[in-house]
C-alpha cells in the first residue's frame, strides 16, 4: 500500500444509544430493542462496504445519586445474541460484540465467539473490555474489585487462554485437549467447538491508557480509540506501532481505528450550523450539570449550566456515580476543563460540549471525505468507527453521500474482495496446529 492519495481506509459503524450520543428529541430516533433497529443499521453498513458492525455493551445500568443514569439505554439486548440474529440478514459484514473478561470465563466466552464465527461464515470479533469497580461486580457472583494492574493482567491471560482454546482443534481434524496453569484461570479439558473460519475472531482493544497500548500492541487486531486533533492521532498511531516490535508484529498486523462523529450539509457553513444545533440536543442543561458531576463527584444542582464553573475542588472518593469509570485524576480534569473555560470564556453547559466531543467530520460531502482521506494519508489512523447520533438511520446519508466520493479519491474499496473479517482487513489467518500438536 502506498502512503499517496490512494491509502486505502478501513469503516466500521458503531450502534449508538449510551451516553448522550443520540438526539432522543429527534423524531427519527428509533428503539434500542427492537430487530428491525439493528438490522437497519448492519445493512446500510453492508451496503456501504463498511468493515464492520460494532456493539458497546454495559454489565449494569449505572446509578447517578442513586438514580439510574438517565442518558442510558435500559433493557437493550446481550451483544452476541444480536450478532447471531444479524448473522443471518448480512453477507460479508464484520459483527463485533463488546465483552466483558471481569466477569465472564474463557471457556464459556470461546465458545459463544467461536460459534458466531461458524455461524457468520467468519466475520466474528471480540472488543475485549474491563471492569474494575465493585458497583458492577454486585451483579454476578463473584464479584469484587479487581486493582488496574491486576484487570488487564486477567485480560491478557484470558485472551490467551481462549486462543489455546481456539487453537486446540486442528483444522479438519479431531478435538485435541487444552491443559492451561496459570495466576488467573486453571482449566484442562477438550474444546466443544471445531476451529472456526477465522481460525481466531479478530480481537478488539478499546483504550488509550499506557496499559491499553501496551495489550493492544501485545494481543490486538484492532484499538478503537478517540482522538481530538490530527496532531493528537499521529502521535498515538507512532506510539502503538512502535510497540508491536517487541511482540514480534508487523505495524499492519493492528489497525487504529478512532471513533468519530460527522455531520454533513450542502455547504460548510449549514454542516456547522447543523452540528451546533446537535451537540445543543446532546448536553442539554441537565445532562452538562450531571456531566460536571460525574468529574466533582459532589451535587452541583445549584449551578447555574450557564454560569462558571465550580471553583470548589472535587471529591476524589466520591460514589455520587456509579458504574463509570472516573478516567484519570478529577483534580487534574477539573483544572484542564476550568482553564478552557477561563480562556475561551465557556459557560459550564459551553464547556462540556466542547470538552467532550470526540473528533468529528464537519462539512460538505466532499469535505468530509478529503479530511477523512488526509488523515488516514498523514498516519492518524488505518481507519474509523462512525458512531452516528440517530438511530437506525443515522448511518444513511454518509453511505451516500460519502462513500462514493471515498472510492472515487481510491480511499476505500468499491467491493468485498474477501468473506471473512480478516480478509476485509487484510489480517493473516492465525496458523492451525497439526494433527500432531492437537493431542488425542
Request: glycine residues 10%; proline residues 5%; hydrophobic residues 40%.
Given at each position: ?24 428529541q429527534?423524531?427519527?430516533?428509533g ?36 438514580r ?22 448480512t ?45 458492577t ?6 464479584g ?9 493482567a ?10 489455546e ?35 481466531h ?119 455520587r ?13 477539573a ?10 470564556g ?19 460531502p ?5 479530511e ?38 481510491g ?27 492437537g493431542?488425542?
Open positions: 500500500m502506498s502512503d499517496g492519495t490512494a491509502k486505502t481506509m478501513h469503516l466500521a459503524a458503531h450502534f449508538p444509544g449510551v451516553n448522550n450520543t443520540t438526539v432522543w429527534d423524531p427519527r430516533s428503539s434500542q430493542i427492537e430487530f428491525s433497529s439493528f438490522e437497519h443499521l448492519a445493512r446500510t453498513a453492508e451496503r456501504g462496504l463498511f468493515d464492520f458492525f460494532f456493539l458497546a455493551e454495559g454489565l449494569r445500568l449505572r446509578e447517578h445519586n442513586g439510574i443514569h438517565d442518558l442510558d439505554v435500559v433493557g437493550r439486548p446481550e451483544s452476541i445474541t444480536v450478532l447471531n440474529a444479524l448473522a443471518a440478514v453477507e460479508r459484514l464484520g459483527l463485533a460484540a463488546t465483552v466483558n473478561t471481569t466477569f465472564n470465563e474463557p471457556y464459556e466466552l470461546a465458545r459463544r465467539l467461536a460459534s458466531l464465527d461458524h455461524l457468520s461464515g467468519g466475520r466474528a470479533a471480540w472488543n475485549v473490555v474491563t471492569s474494575s469497580d465493585a458497583f461486580g454486585e451483579n454476578f457472583r463473584r469484587g474489585y479487581l486493582d488496574r494492574a491486576d484487570r488487564y486477567r485480560a491478557a491471560e484470558f485472551v490467551a487462554t481462549a486462543r482454546l481456539w487453537d486446540s482443534w486442528p483444522d479438519g481434524g479431531a478435538p485435541g485437549a487444552f491443559d492451561h496453569t496459570g495466576p488467573q484461570f486453571r482449566i484442562s479439558g477438550r474444546f466443544g467447538v471445531p476451529r472456526s473460519p477465522q481460525g475472531p479478530v480481537i478488539i482493544q478499546a483504550g488509550d491508557s499506557d496499559e491499553g497500548r501496551e495489550f493492544a500492541a501485545s494481543a490486538a487486531d484492532i484499538i478503537f480509540t478517540r482522538h481530538g486533533t490530527l496532531e493528537s492521532g499521529r502521535a498515538f498511531y507512532a506510539d502503538v506501532k512502535r510497540r508491536l516490535a517487541d511482540y514480534g508484529r508487523d505495524p499492519q498486523d493492528l489497525k487504529i481505528m478512532p471513533g468519530v462523529t460527522f455531520v454533513l450539509g450542502d455547504t460548510a457553513a449549514e454542516a456547522q450550523e447543523k452540528a451546533a444545533e446537535i451537540r445543543r440536543q446532546q448536553v442539554s442543561p441537565q445532562t452538562a450539570i450531571l456531566t460536571l458531576e460525574q468529574i466533582w463527584g459532589v451535587d452541583l444542582s445549584g449551578y447555574d449550566p450557564d454560569g462558571p464553573l465550580p471553583d470548589i475542588d472535587p471529591d476524589p472518593d466520591s460514589q456515580v456509579q458504574g463509570r469509570v472516573r478516567h484519570g485524576d478529577p483534580g487534574a480534569l483544572a484542564k476543563w476550568r482553564a478552557l473555560s477561563e480562556e475561551k465557556l459557560s459550564i453547559r459551553q464547556t462540556v460540549i466542547e470538552a467532550t466531543g470526540r473528533q468529528s467530520f464537519i462539512g460538505t466532499e469535505a468530509v471525505a478529503e477523512m482521506a488526509a488523515f488516514v494519508r498523514a498516519g492518524a489512523a488505518d481507519g474509523f468507527i462512525l458512531v452516528p447520533h440517530l438511530t437506525p438511520g443515522g448511518l444513511d446519508e454518509f453511505v451516500d453521500r460519502v462513500v462514493p466520493l471515498l472510492q472515487e479519491r480511499a476505500f474499496r468499491t467491493r468485498y474482495e474477501g468473506v471473512t473479517l480478516r480478509e476485509h482487513l487484510g489480517l493473516s489467518r492465525p496458523r492451525a496446529k497439526s494433527s500432531a500438536e493431542g488425542t
